[in-house]
């Protein structure tokens, strides 16, 4: 599975939600609540590559150590 596909994965499953929550904690401003979505989903894309110097050979493991496969 694809970088990208998995990326879009997380912002299907979690996007909405975060959204919500951020519009909470900025009392309603949705410029800077979706500002923090695509900050935060940024973050994630950096964060969960695989990156074969902390994964070995290869390997496409999530920050926690879940596979994405």
Same mark, same amino acid.
């Given at each position: 599975?694809?970088?990208?596909?998995?990326?879009?994965? /997380?912002?299907?499953?979690?996007?909405?939600?975060?959204?919500? +929550? #951020?519009?909470? #904690?900025? %009392?309603?401003?949705? +410029? /800077?609540?979706? @500002? #923090?979505?695509?900050?935060?989903? #940024?973050?994630?894309? %950096?964060?969960?590559?695989? @990156?074969?110097?902390?994964?070995?050979?290869?390997?496409?493991?999530?920050?926690?150590?879940?596979?994405? %496969?």
């Amino acid at each position: 599975m694809s970088a990208v596909v998995r990326m879009r994965r /997380v912002h299907a499953a979690h996007g909405g939600p975060l959204r919500r +929550y #951020l519009l909470r #904690l900025t %009392t309603g401003d949705p +410029y /800077v609540a979706d @500002n #923090l979505v695509q900050e935060t989903m #940024l973050r994630t894309w %950096t964060t969960c590559r695989p @990156n074969p110097r902390r994964c070995g050979r290869g390997c496409s493991s999530w920050p926690d150590g879940r596979s994405s %496969t």
